[in-house]
């Protein structure tokens, strides 16, 4: 809050100096109660702009003092130089109000967040899978994101080091994770191994969040990715398989802007009737998304064609909850992001293993979800295998604020 009345050209520049120098301010609530004069604050609040940081113009109706007048003026001189921001009109005490107001705070946040950070890649494409390629210029011209890269082998280098010990303290704290005892053995233990060197590799490297390729390469040659990319999510790391990155930067979007865990896993089977949608990951979930009927535990990863290796797998059945279905790609080269509103529940207990089994695959995680849009129009827009699922209300407004802010265009179902 700057502590002065902004009425001269003056008082306009050191605040928006002030201001635009603060790297911990992600944007700025400019409140107008009556009559603005633009001119003397136009070029302040301009040059505060190209810092990246949000703007919110915000204005309260009543008739005494001609409240609107001055924000709407205000927001003329900013269209016309093309000044992004986004015009609030309502009461404090109003939700909507607040939520207008906060879902562009985060949005701004989020986009400042993404501004020179490092994106690692582990591995190339996976699977054939063209759909989730980077254009590395892109991601700087648009988000500020730098792609580096390194081969797995660093991984297994990196696993093969772990020490006997360093095992044992991570079976311990892994542990309380989940439901059941973590299996003995050597496929566990590789799983371990390739968790803990994910984690040193990551730091190590400067990556903010990383995508891996998985197979064909690492889960032939040394262990399966699953649990290893189950406890980097549990951590909180963004991130993704098949060398995926538009599903990793969709993951890092709901993970920054979700106060739970991101699941992202195939969109595997759509009931278009009943508006219901089955996510089976193939045994990649944070196990803190575990929900009463289906606590996590341990499988393998069950797939020799996915991974000779074999290694851990995460089984669970996803917590009833409110949230987001998401996927951010490129339609003609130009970035889209999909978003659905959703509620995941839990099947009646005495469904529940019917249900997992109908996929043929009944320990891999499952999330059971009610999908509140035109499901035909969000098979028209969906472009890769993968559904990314956040948790809370407020993730559909942030990302909607998010393309205003990115020119990402948002496909609002």
Known sequence: VHDTVLATKAEAAACFARLKADRDLDAVVLFAGTWVWAAHLIAAVRDFAFGGKGIVLWTVPGSQGWRPV?????????????????????????????????????????????????????GGRGMG??????????WMKVFGIDIDSRDTTALIRAAEAVTASQITRARKRIAKLFAEPIPPGEIADR?????LALRKVVKGEGFDFYTIQSFPGLADDYSATCFAQSMMLEDGVATSTLGDFNTLLTVKLLTDLSDERVYYGDLQHIDKA????????????????AGKLGPAGFAEHGIPTEGEAGGLSVKLVCKVGEG???????????????????????????????RRRE??????????VTAHCDIDALLANWGNEYACLGYGTQLYDDLAAFCELTGVKAIAL
């Open 70 to 122: 001055g924000g709407l003026v205000m927001q003329g001189a900013f269209r016309e130089i093309g000044l992004k921001h986004r015009f609030v009109y309502g009461d404090p005490s109003e939700a909507e109000t607040i939520g207008r107001i906060g879902s562009y705070c985060r949005a701004s946040a989020i986009k400042n967040r993404l501004n020179m950070s490092t994106a690692g890649a582990f």
């Open 129 to 138: 899978q063209t759909c989730g390629r980077a254009d590395p210029s892109q």
């Open 191 to 195: 799983s371990i191994r390739l968790y």
């Open 274 to 289: 009943a508006g219901e949608i089955k996510i089976i990951g193939d045994g990649a979930c944070p196990p803190s998304l």
């Open 324 to 354: 987001l279905l998401a996927r951010l790609g490129r339609n003609d080269g130009q970035f889209e992001i999909v978003l659905a509103r959703c509620t995941v529940f839990e099947p009646p207990a005495d469904q529940l293993d019917a």
């Open 359 to 368: 996929c043929g695959i009944p320990f891999w995680p499952h999330g059971f």
